[in-house]
T-cell receptor, first 116, second 116 residues
């Protein structure tokens, strides 16, 4: 039972354009969402997060949007750079409703390739 | 380097043998997590500790798996009588429990297990 779904296994964009990575979730208890980036042979690294009380969070070139009614979030990268090429994981937790359990549930990931 | 460190980075073993992985978290972090990642999947939660107490175990953690965190510092994950299905990347992560903050997990580079 996939509670966090990333339906696009891969995405290819041109340098300088916008990259949009999508994520859907099914568990209504999830109230905190994170994006992680992973390079080959490395562990995932935290990128950006958003609480369910917000619908947008921005950090430099990265913006995460949350649509609670649709149980959907997206990560926008503008402008995309070749160094952004990596696997991006969407993750969710029941941080506030789950008794401060920061356990994360991950999607399968989307491989982003940014072409020069 | 003050990040999460894992050892060994790669372990090749024969079916039926026992293996042990070690994780040293970021020193001030009081929570430690073990995840497993197989090819094409996102990290899957196995277990987590708050200080030395193991607070939750996934149903993925069969009786052949045991994790410890003596004295609330480093942690070990032991797999007894390994099976080929145990082949995966075992990721350790740590975090600091606090009310505010992003609550992100900091991951190590992982220990890759290959069972022949």
């Amino acid at each position: 039972d996939q509670q966090v779904k990333q339906n696009s296994p891969s995405l290819s964009v041109q340098e300088g354009r916008i990259s949009i990575l999508n994520c859907d979730y099914t568990n209504s208890m999830f109230d905190y969402f994170l994006w992680y980036k992973k390079y080959p042979a490395e562990g995932p690294t935290f990128l950006i997060s958003i609480s369910s009380i917000k619908d947008k969070n921005e950090d430099g070139r990265f913006t995460v949007f949350l649509n609670k009614s649709a149980k959907h979030l997206s990560l926008h990268i503008v402008p995309s750079q070749p160094g952004d090429s990596a696997v991006y994981f969407c993750a969710a937790s029941a941080r506030y409703s789950g008794g401060s359990n920061y356990k994360l549930t991950f999607g399968k990931g989307t491989l982003l390739t940014v072409n020069p | 380097d003050t990040g999460v460190s894992q050892d060994p980075r790669h372990k090749i073993t024969k079916r039926g043998q026992n293996v042990t992985f070690r994780c040293d978290p970021i020193s001030e972090h009081n929570r430690l997590y073990w995840y497993r990642q197989t090819l094409g999947q996102g990290p899957e939660f196995l277990t987590y500790f708050q200080n030395e107490a193991q607070l939750e175990k996934s149903r993925l953690l069969s009786d052949r798996f045991s994790a410890e965190r003596p004295k609330g510092s480093f942690s070990t994950l032991e797999i007894q009588r390994t099976e080929q299905g145990d082949s995966a990347m075992y990721l350790c992560a740590s975090s600091f429990l606090r009310v505010r903050g992003t609550g992100e997990l900091f991951f190590g580079e992982g220990s890759r297990l290959t069972v022949l």
